[in-house]
């Protein structure tokens, strides 16, 4: 398969575009900072801009003169910054704070059959009873699965573990390996069971970075390795001339949507050069919908399990969201990433 082709000044300057447009942002404590903050985390880890960990640190400590705020499975998502700051000073606020997401997880959040996080979120109005959504496989189990392996806790690790697993049986489609976005354990069904371009991106993307933080020698990792492998053997022929991919996975005639897109290309950044033809493509697709000011376009706006696939094309793209920043500078990372360890 050919190399990759691209300017990595230009990368280089893309995603200090986008950091920096992402800090023109408003965030809560609540999942839209916490994975534009894990962008930015990745972008220091690629580039080593010790700038941007500055400007994660500043508002951490900004948020945290006002205590943590009561906490939600996907609010832990802030808790990938935390782990990124605390590696890169040493201060232990940070790592002390992160086990406080994670005690929260392992004690208190809210579960269902056989452990299964119910999916949460900041706010009294939408409660959610034993429905189990693939965002989860980010906000939290990924997140547990790395303060495992940060701190050599098996309990942390082993419930990470058991969200993604849970999360397959539950939400992996066993004819077309993708990801159904939602999943109702009362009425036993998938609700409007679309496959959900974002939805797969979560999926995709963490189950790819886990490879770093599970053995090799643990039954758990074959177990993702297939099922990701699967999924992005489908992913990839529905990838479309541009590059991207639908919000609705299997309807050619839904938008191109740019957060999934960065995400499922991630992902298929860890297979190495077997899918680099797809990756090419999404490098342009990708850049064409970053502006000058950094504001990633063409990013669908928040999105429960709708009721239908109407549902999910109705979903505005007009606005800059705080979880397409956050996707493109995951993909952007990991493509130089990928640059090193070709020369490697």
């Known amino acids: 398969m050919p190399p990759l082709q691209f300017d ?7 995603i200090d575009r986008v950091v920096h447009r992402t800090f023109r942002m408003d965030f809560n404590w609540d ?15 690629a580039t080593k801009n010790p700038h941007y960990i500055e400007l994660l640190k500043g508002w951490i400590d900004e948020k945290l003169e006002d205590g943590l705020p009561k906490l939600s499975v996907n609010g832990v998502s802030i808790g990938h910054a935390l782990i990124s700051v605390y ?12 086990i406080q997401l994670a005690d929260y997880l392992k004690n208190d959040a809210e579960r269902f059959a056989e452990g299964i996080f119910q999916h949460t979120v900041n706010s009294e109005t939408y409660n959610f009873p034993q429905q189990a959504w693939v965002d989860t496989m980010m906000m939290a189990g990924y997140f547990l699965i790395r303060m495992g392996n940060l701190l050599g806790r098996s309990d942390y690790l082993e419930d990470g573990l058991r969200q993604y697993h849970g999360h397959e049986e539950l939400l992996q489609d066993p004819d077309t390996n993708l990801y159904y976005h939602g999943w109702d354990h009362i009425q ?14 979560w999926a995709a993307l ?41 919000t609705v996975l299997t309807d050619p005639a839904s938008y191109e949507e740019t957060s999934g897109s960065c995400g499922i290309a991630t992902a298929l950044l860890s297979r190495g050069t077997l899918y680099n033809k797809y990756i090419q493509r999404s490098i342009d697709g990708i850049l064409k919908q970053i502006k000058e000011d950094g504001s990633v ?17 109705g979903v505005s793209c007009k606005r800059v969201q705080g979880w397409g920043q956050g996707l493109a500078l995951a993909f952007l990372a990991e493509l130089l990433r990928s640059r090193t360890r070709q020369f490697s």
Do not use: C
């Open 87 to 98: 590696k890169a000073t040493g201060e232990q606020v940070y790592l002390d704070v992160a």
């Open 31 to 45: 999942w839209p900072g916490g994975v534009a903050f894990y962008g930015v985390a990745e972008a220091y880890e």
């Open 297 to 313: 376009m063409g990013v669908s706006a928040g999105t429960a399990v709708m009721d239908d696939a109407d549902g999910y094309k």
């Open 188 to 201: 036993q069904s998938h609700m409007s069971a679309i496959f959900w371009a974002r939805g797969n991106a």
């Open 8 to 14: 990595e000044q230009l990368i280089l300057d893309v």
């Open 206 to 246: 963490t189950m790819a970075k886990s490879f770093d933080e599970v053995p090799v020698t643990h039954p758990s990792f074959m177990i993702i390795e297939g099922s990701m492998r699967d999924q992005l053997s489908s992913l990839v022929r529905l990838q479309s001339d541009n590059g991207m991919w639908h």
